[in-house]
């Protein structure tokens, strides 16, 4: 099998594949995947008309979603799906890394069905646009208290496109706020989530234009204290990538959220605010917000 390295030249192949895609999961898109190049190596190939990503990590593959098009009950795409995973076990030093990864839920029986075992991935939280925007109601009572008293304390604030200008400030910004996060924690795997998210967000920031990624940044009184970023996973669906906001300013998280939600809402019925990490804090605050729906992923092997 004939490998070629993923690089940004590669985005509208793999995005022509991925609108072939019914899934609302949100890894399925280029961003998402790319921004971790610094932690691993993606290549592509094509097998008959399906695009596969693999990533590598050391001398073993893995897949970080399914080939695109991925269609249900589909024999054809199981074929594919068996070859390709065929390459990762002839291919890896350590045959038990060979897996697939961000397999949606309505898939997993037909593959259990075709001998591979399912283990749960991630959950991630699926909200209506008009509704974080609103705000409405007694159930969201917390966010819209936030966001009414951060504007008052702060009525010049502004929610401003991002621009390449503001990349070095909300870098920056990113620096300080995993300082703060590191200090307040002695959990040695969150410290290294910290700092592997540092280059995610690195990359994400510095190619926005090209990964195809939306960015706001919060400004108040002539500087930067928040930013967000997120990308169209299809034409009803919005994916929020990144949210890094100033910790000493409260409400800031809830305005700059509102706000990003309330441009979206006239274009994305839906938010795909991705999975909480496995932290409780993260868990908590994405609950708080009320999601209609938990969408489970799962890793094949």
């Given amino acids: 099998m004939q490998l070629q390295p993923l690089t940004l030249n590669d985005k509208p192949i793999f995005d022509a594949h991925a609108h072939r895609s019914c899934t609302r999961l949100s890894h399925y898109a280029f961003a998402p995947l790319y921004v971790w190049r610094e932690h691993f190596q993606f290549y592509w190939t094509l097998l008959a008309d399906s695009l596969c990503i693999f990533a590598k990590q050391g001398d073993d593959y893995f897949m970080p979603i399914l080939p695109m098009p991925s269609e249900t009950e589909n024999r054809s795409h199981l074929n594919i799906i068996n070859k390709a995973y065929q390459f990762m076990l002839a291919s890896n030093r350590n045959p038990h890394i060979a897996r697939i990864e961000n397999v949606p839920q309505e898939m997993i029986s037909f593959f259990q069905k075709n001998g591979f075992r399912a283990t749960l991935k991630e959950t991630e939280y699926f909200y209506e646009t008009e509704t974080l925007a609103g705000l409405r109601g007694n159930r969201y009572k917390q966010q819209r208290h936030a966001y009414n008293a951060f504007v008052l304390r702060h009525p010049s604030v502004k929610l401003c496109p991002y621009t390449a200008a503001d990349q070095d400030a ?17 959990d040695p795997i969150y410290n290294a989530m910290l700092d592997d998210s540092r280059s995610a967000h690195r990359i994400g920031v510095s190619h926005a234009d090209a990964l195809g990624l939306l960015g706001r940044v919060v400004n108040i009184d002539g500087k930067i204290r928040g930013y967000t970023f997120g990308y169209p996973l299809n034409a009803d669906i919005f994916c929020i990538l990144f949210e890094v906001t100033d910790l000493n300013i409260k409400g800031l ?34 609950k708080a917000y009320h999601p209609i729906e938990l969408i489970s992923s799962y890793n094949i092997a």
């Fill in 170 to 186: 909300c870098l920056a910004l990113y620096d300080r706020w995993c300082e703060i996060r590191s200090e307040k924690s002695d």
């Fill in 253 to 286: 998280a809830q305005f700059i959220y509102r706000e990003f939600c309330a441009e979206l809402k006239d274009t994305y019925k839906w938010i795909n605010a991705m999975d909480d990490s496995g932290l409780e804090n993260l868990k908590r605050v994405k």
